[in-house]
């Protein structure tokens, strides 16, 4: 395994606020890391260092084993591609390419091969005489991309690239950008504060709260087994309740439900419960579920990914993904149903 950043013990105060704090991580050569977490969280702070943007306050950076302080940003082996892109406007496609090769003074002829042979393996051959200004966002994206790889940086660095995009545009472009990042093979460490984009794109993934990791860890085991409660609330969907306490192996939730978690060592605060983890009408036979009389209150249909709201006796409410399948399709609002939800689903977490 070749780690080809580290980051230890990264701090950055400004005066009496802190944006990141003690953060530690490192990123293997040719991976796909994402940085994800909600605005304000300090990611951006983060990115920023270790692109050289910003001195850190404490800590150490090391790109391919050499530490960076006092390395300004244009000797570090790193680009960057903002939300912005900051293309010109005033250049067509092959110029924005050129432009880092140009400013490096380097040999036309290498200068016109390396952004041809870009511009091909960004999907834009053909397009080196076009304005940026005439160009999709999918693809003045991809210029943008192209731009900086042309500079051969050991590592990519995206601030919210797709944030300007409308959705269906961006879900195009998140598989693009895997494809491409594996492809090249180019280490990204993406930033993000898009769950979908963190999950669908990257090797692995960190979740950042204010100025710290919660967790890292790959997308399906950061969706599976969140470490903390901010990770299981922020990562997916899920029910929230808060708890009121526990009684052996029964939790109770504030409004009074009870239900069984057994092997809890400690006494949590909170519990979710993710909507496709939520069973209806399960089969009598099954073992280690809770089951619940509900009402269905509404149902919320949307193609590929039908969910419902379900009222329990005690007026607790529960969003329930439905699988694409026949059996579900008589379901109706004002329907009485059973729900079974398995022990190892309720996720408890002490807040902290």
Request: proline share 5%; hydrophobic share 40%.
């Amino acid at each position: 395994m070749n780690k080809i950043l580290e980051v230890k013990h990264l701090t950055k105060h400004f005066k009496e606020f802190t944006a990141v704090e003690d953060v530690n991580f490192y990123v293997e050569e040719g991976g796909f890391f994402s940085i994800l977490g909600p605005s304000g969280c300090g990611k951006t702070t983060l990115l920023r260092m270790i692109s050289g943007f910003i001195e850190a306050t404490e800590g150490e950076i090391l790109i391919e084993g050499k530490p960076m302080r006092g390395i300004p940003p244009e000797e570090r082996p790193v680009n960057i591609v903002f939300q912005s892109l900051a293309l010109f406007p005033m250049m067509n496609v092959y110029e924005n390419v050129a432009f880092g090769l140009r400013r490096k003074k380097l040999d036309k002829t290498e200068i016109d091969t390396r952004v041809r042979e870009m511009l091909a393996r960004v999907g834009l051959e053909g397009f080196e005489k076009k304005k940026v200004t005439e160009l999709s966002g999918g693809q003045r994206q991809r210029v943008a991309i192209a731009r900086s790889l042309v500079m051969k940086p050991s590592i990519l660095l995206l601030d919210e690239p797709l944030g300007a995009l409308d959705r269906k545009l961006r879900e195009h472009m998140k598989v693009e950008l895997k494809l491409l990042q594996k492809e090249i093979g180019t280490t990204f460490i993406y930033i993000t504060h898009d769950q979908s984009e963190a999950l669908v794109m990257s090797d692995r993934v960190a979740v950042m709260n204010k100025g710290r990791f919660e967790q890292i860890d790959t997308p399906k085991n950061l969706y599976k087994n969140p470490k903390t409660a901010f990770v299981a609330g922020f990562v997916g969907e899920s029910n929230r309740f808060e708890l009121s306490g526990r009684q052996g192996d029964t939790i109770r939730t504030t409004s009074g439900w009870e239900l069984e978690r057994p092997g809890l060592d400690f006494d949590p605060d909170v519990l979710f419960i993710r909507p496709e983890a939520i069973l209806i009408n399960p089969d009598p036979q099954m073992e280690a579920i809770d089951r619940f009389d509900a009402t269905i209150k509404t149902i919320l249909f949307d193609g590929a990914n039908t969910k419902l709201s379900a009222v329990l006796g005690g007026g607790e409410e529960l969003l329930v993904s439905l699988p694409q399948n026949a059996r579900y399709d008589s379901l109706s609002e004002g329907d009485a149903v059973t729900i079974g939800i398995h022990y190892d689903d309720l996720k408890c977490y002490r807040e902290v």
